[in-house]
DNA sequence: AAATGAAACAACCGCTTTTTT
DNA sequence: TAAAAAAGCGGTTGTTTCATT
């Protein structure tokens, strides 16, 4: 016996969503949270299958998210990660508060991998494409490292260097700095060799970790009452949105700090690596 | 100003994994 | 322990936006 489809076909909407369909899913999660996603769209009232509502919440409407491209440094640290870890988009977006999976991957394809190929690099494997002609590219963190110090007015304008970001990053997850310092964007050209010696790995032993939920966080009562969503709901609610047929007024949560890496909810600190479960 | 092509990104599909019964 | 349900994940596609001619 095969599995049900996740919705039925008939009757479910497709396609780009509208404002008014965010805003009841935004209503909803916000006073329900989300117990099952299949139930959602009925219970929103929505003509969307759960699957749809919840990567519409994850990778869109959540409040946690940051918009607009991935700075270097997270750039970097996507890069490194991929070399460690392949294509484990939502391993690399656990660790990148405010980012997620889909954006990363889209990131990678659109914009990564061009560079990484440019520059005379296999994106899949991080050697060099051709060890012949481009024997500075040592590994993907040396060279990469190299471009994106030297490239630009985009590298220069938002960055604290990049190690720092990626330390911050890093220990607002838990990870030791000085554990990392030579396996995540250090210029050194031992991180990305890819033996099977990952397993030693602090870094990817790191990744490899799961931070599970265990059930109990406070967000994931967020309903509860104390939470502070407000300001965050009202604006959902209320009529005066700003929809102009998109959601760009979801970008000036992040004024009121809702957007940034991380969403204070009763003191706890939720970002993208705790999947901000509500 | 219009046409065309490229780039970017949101969304879908199908498979896998995890959880529940 | 097995089966079913639900959620998660990664690949791919479709649409929109931007840049160039």
């Known amino acids: 016996m095969g599995r049900q489809p996740c919705c039925d076909k008939l009757g479910v909407k497709r396609g780009p969503w509208t404002a008014e369909e965010d805003r009841k899913l935004i209503?909803?999660?916000?006073?329900?949270?989300?117990?099952?996603?299949?139930?959602?769209?009925?219970?929103?009232?929505?003509?969307?299958?759960?699957?749809?509502?919840?990567?519409?919440?994850?990778n869109?409407?959540?409040?946690?998210?940051?918009?607009?491209?991935l700075t270097d440094a997270e750039e970097q640290v996507v890069i490194d990660l991929h070399a460690k870890l392949g294509n484990r988009w939502s391993k690399i977006a656990a660790k990148l508060p405010g980012r997620t999976d889909n954006e990363i991957k889209n990131h990678w394809n659109t914009h990564i991998k061009k560079k990484l190929i440019k520059m005379g690099i296999d994106p899949v494997t991080h050697e060099p494409l051709d060890r012949k002609t481009s024997s500075p590219a040592t590994t993907s963190h040396?060279?990469?490292?190299?471009?994106s110090t030297s490239k630009s007015d985009e590298a220069t304008k938002q960055q604290s260097p990049a190690s720092d970001v990626v330390r911050d990053v890093l220990a607002a997850d838990?990870?030791?700095?000085?554990?990392?310092?030579?396996?995540?964007?250090?210029?050194?050209?031992?991180?990305?060799?890819?033996?099977?010696?990952?397993?030693?790995?602090?870094?990817?032993k790191w990744l490899l970790e799961e931070d599970p939920p265990t059930g109990?966080?406070?967000?994931?009562?967020?309903?509860?009452?104390?939470?502070?969503?407000?300001e965050f709901s009202s604006i959902a609610a209320g009529p005066e949105l700003p929809w102009d047929g998109a959601t760009d007024w979801l970008l000036d949560y992040q004024d009121f700090g809702l957007g940034d890496s991380s969403l204070v909810v009763d003191g706890y600190m939720i970002n993208s690596s705790n999947g901000a479960k509500f």
């Open 27 to 58: 209503n909803f999660i916000l006073s329900n949270g989300h117990c099952c996603w299949r139930a959602v769209p009925k219970l929103a009232g929505l003509l969307r299958c759960g699957k749809s509502c919840r990567l519409r919440w994850t």
């Open 60 to 69: 869109y409407l959540r409040p946690d998210l940051k918009r607009g491209l």
């Open 142 to 147: 040396s060279v990469v490292t190299a471009d």
């Open 174 to 204: 838990g990870f030791s700095p000085t554990e990392s310092s030579t396996n995540t964007v250090s210029t050194g050209g031992s991180s990305s060799s890819s033996g099977g010696s990952h397993d030693q790995d602090p870094l990817v």
């Open 216 to 230: 109990d966080e406070p967000w994931l009562d967020f309903t509860a009452g104390s939470v502070d969503v407000d």
